[in-house]
């Protein structure tokens, strides 16, 4: 086995993200997994993922919702075929439940049945039952969104279900593992003192539904 490229400090975008990621991930030597990307920031991490694995990419949707007011800040989050809100560790210390946050659950339900339409069309998820399946994103935060996809994917019955992210939290990943939320975490970064995704990247520019098209097609 050939010496793993040496880790940047920060990751010049995604595509270098996904690429090196890549290699992490086919060392748990999978058997024709399905690749999920979360879109839009996931989709080029699952593409490389699924270039190195020589499988298609899909993108799975999810939608983080923030704390009112700082709508970055993420504290739940909501996935297809997923009806419940799933909250995020710091909700109950700030103060909301699920009820609260229902109204603007229903906004952001809103903009995920548009992406699934935009994303995937008439194609139909592929049967996960029995299958490893690895769920991609560009980093990994407060962790909320990655929750609600991983919970809406494993009501899939996925024989292992793979987390994986270039640049983390570590008392996130530590969170997704502790809770069997994911049977494993993929990454490379996950320093100390982590706050948001984009400052691991140089380029973080925000990609269009005409990229992640573009990209799910390729």
Not at 107 to 123: I, P, S
Not at 162 to 176: G, I, K, M, R, Y
Not at 186 to 201: M, N
Request: proline share 7%; charged share 25%.
């Amino acid at each position: 086995m050939g010496r793993e490229p040496e880790l940047p400090a920060r990751f010049a975008d995604r595509w270098e993200a996904g690429r090196l990621l890549a290699e992490r991930v086919a060392r748990l030597d999978l058997r024709a997994p399905v690749v999920l990307g979360l879109p839009r920031g996931g989709i080029p991490i699952a593409r490389a993922i699924a270039d190195r694995l020589a499988v298609p990419a899909e993108a799975f949707v999810a939608r983080k919702i923030g704390v009112p007011g700082f709508p970055e800040f993420g504290i739940a989050a909501i996935a297809e075929g997923l009806d419940e809100v799933v909250l995020s560790p710091q909700a109950g210390a700030l103060g909301f439940d699920a009820g609260q946050l229902a109204p603007l659950a229903v906004a952001e339900r809103q903009e995920l049945e548009r992406r699934v339409a935009v994303y995937r069309g008439d194609r139909a998820l592929p049967d996960m039952r029995g299958r490893e399946v690895v769920i991609a994103d560009d980093g990994l935060a407060t962790g909320v969104t990655a929750r609600a996809a991983l919970r809406a994917v494993r009501r899939r019955a996925p024989s292992r279900l793979v987390f994986a992210a270039p640049a983390c939290a570590p008392d996130s990943v530590a969170d997704l593992i502790a809770g069997g939320v994911a049977d494993d975490v993929v990454y490379l970064l996950a320093p100390d003192g982590f706050e948001a995704v984009g400052e691991w990247y140089d380029d973080f520019r925000q990609l269009s539904d005409a990229d992640v098209v573009r990209l799910l097609s390729g």
